[in-house]
């Protein structure tokens, strides 16, 4: 009698995003897989999947955002419940990768999180990564697994073109982010301009100056995580100083740790685009805007599935 070989997907969510989650599955066509997520009272951690998934192919949606240890440590046990589950594999989809800021030793006995946690995952079990906009790319470097590190330049690239702002100039908010916001005036087809800055502590910048034209322009400033908002606002303040008509802003991870929304609220921005990576709270400013990179992953996820190149959502 012949052996029938059928591949079965599975999309779990843990609990850091599961709106994202659904939007994922909903793109694919499938109900999320059920797990149940629970706390003993010691406050352990309580994983059980409630699907066999032997044999199948298993997507675990988790971003590591705040709190970032029981975000980590939930996605941790998931992996290993579906390893022991005899799941044919088992991808880790994190929108957001947390710890990913400490990804060198800037200084003597300084850890490298990134690649703990990266450690951590493939230790648990994990086959495969699926991320977007890592801090550092290099931090693909540190697994020895397939990572695919996913863009949102295209979704926020076709944002503001549909915008159809006139004479823009892409902004990098400091000198590390320059390729980022290079990609994003690539796409533009607009010219490029840095903040030179330098950061006497973390979560504390200060501008020097701006180079570049941006006088009577449309200043799109871009990076890659919105934490406190010190840096777009001071950005946004030198680039109207030097006389950018307008400053819109944007970024894929919306962490906004306090007191970011009162200072985006208060800044001379007039629109902050970010993504859904990140469970965006309620009670946002009106000049905040949320895209959802749900067909991004979902597209990736099914490429994935059927074995297709992955390359053309860079494009």
Same mark, same amino acid.
């Given at each position: 009698?012949?052996?029938?070989?059928?591949?079965?997907?599975?999309?779990?969510?843990?609990?850091?995003?599961?709106?994202?989650?659904?939007?994922?599955?909903?793109?694919?066509?499938?109900?999320?897989?059920?797990?149940?997520?629970?706390?003993?009272?010691?406050?352990?951690?309580?994983?059980?999947?409630?699907?066999?998934?032997?044999?199948?192919?298993?997507?675990?949606?988790?971003?590591?955002?705040?709190?970032?240890?029981?975000?980590?440590?939930?996605?941790?046990?998931?992996?290993?419940?579906?390893?022991?589950?005899?799941?044919?594999?088992?991808?880790?989809?994190?929108?957001?990768?947390?710890?990913?800021?400490?990804?060198?030793?800037?200084?003597?006995?300084?850890?490298? +999180?990134?690649?703990?946690? *990266?450690?951590? /995952?493939?230790?648990? =079990? !994990?086959?495969? &990564?699926?991320?977007?906009?890592? %801090? #550092?790319?290099?931090?693909?470097?540190?697994?020895?697994?397939?990572?695919?590190?996913?863009?949102?330049?295209?979704?926020?690239?076709?944002?503001?073109?549909?915008?159809?702002?006139?004479?823009?100039?892409?902004?990098?908010?400091?000198?590390?982010?320059?390729?980022?916001?290079?990609?994003?005036?690539?796409?533009?087809?607009?010219?490029?301009?840095?903040?030179?800055?330098?950061?006497?502590?973390?979560?504390?910048?200060?501008?020097?100056?701006?180079?570049?034209?941006?006088?009577?322009?449309?200043?799109?400033?871009?990076?890659?995580?919105?934490?406190?908002?010190? +840096?777009?606002?001071?950005? *946004?303040?030198? /680039?109207?100083?030097? =006389? !950018?008509?307008? &400053?819109?802003?944007?970024?894929? %991870? #919306?962490?906004?740790?306090?007191?970011?929304?009162?200072?985006?609220?208060?800044?001379?921005?007039?629109?902050?685009?970010?993504?859904?990576?990140?469970?965006?709270?309620?009670?946002?400013?009106?000049?905040?805007?949320?895209?959802?990179?749900?067909?991004?992953?979902?597209?990736?996820?099914?490429?994935?599935?059927?074995?297709?190149?992955?390359?053309?959502?860079?494009?």
């Amino acid at each position: 009698m012949a052996i029938s070989v059928e591949k079965h997907l599975h999309i779990f969510s843990g609990s850091a995003n599961p709106g994202l989650a659904r939007e994922i599955a909903a793109y694919l066509g499938l109900p999320l897989s059920e797990v149940v997520l629970g706390r003993f009272r010691d406050g352990e951690i309580s994983v059980r999947i409630q699907k066999s998934v032997r044999g199948a192919e298993v997507f675990l949606v988790q971003p590591t955002c705040a709190p970032h240890n029981d975000n980590l440590m939930e996605l941790l046990i998931m992996i290993d419940a579906c390893k022991r589950a005899s799941a044919r594999s088992v991808a880790a989809v994190i929108p957001y990768y947390g710890y990913a800021r400490q990804d060198r030793k800037a200084a003597p006995r300084d850890p490298i +999180t990134a690649k703990l946690v *990266a450690n951590l /995952l493939t230790a648990a =079990g !994990a086959d495969r &990564v699926l991320t977007m906009d890592l %801090h #550092a790319p290099q931090i693909q470097g540190f697994f020895d697994i397939p990572v695919d590190n996913l863009t949102a330049m295209p979704l926020l690239a076709n944002y503001f073109q549909q915008k159809q702002l006139q004479d823009v100039v892409v902004v990098s908010p400091d000198a590390g982010g320059v390729a980022r916001a290079r990609q994003l005036s690539q796409r533009l087809q607009a010219p490029l301009a840095i903040v030179d800055k330098r950061r006497p502590m973390p979560n504390v910048s200060e501008v020097m100056h701006i180079i570049g034209d941006v006088q009577g322009k449309t200043a799109i400033l871009v990076d890659d995580i919105i934490d406190t908002g010190g +840096t777009l606002t001071e950005a *946004a303040q030198a /680039l109207v100083k030097e =006389g !950018a008509k307008e &400053v819109y802003a944007c970024g894929t %991870h #919306a962490v906004f740790s306090p007191p970011c929304l009162e200072r985006l609220a208060k800044a001379p921005i007039k629109e902050v685009v970010v993504t859904n990576t990140i469970p965006v709270r309620e009670g946002l400013p009106p000049n905040v805007r949320v895209l959802s990179v749900a067909p991004v992953f979902g597209e990736a996820i099914r490429r994935i599935f059927h074995d297709e190149s992955v390359s053309v959502l860079f494009d």
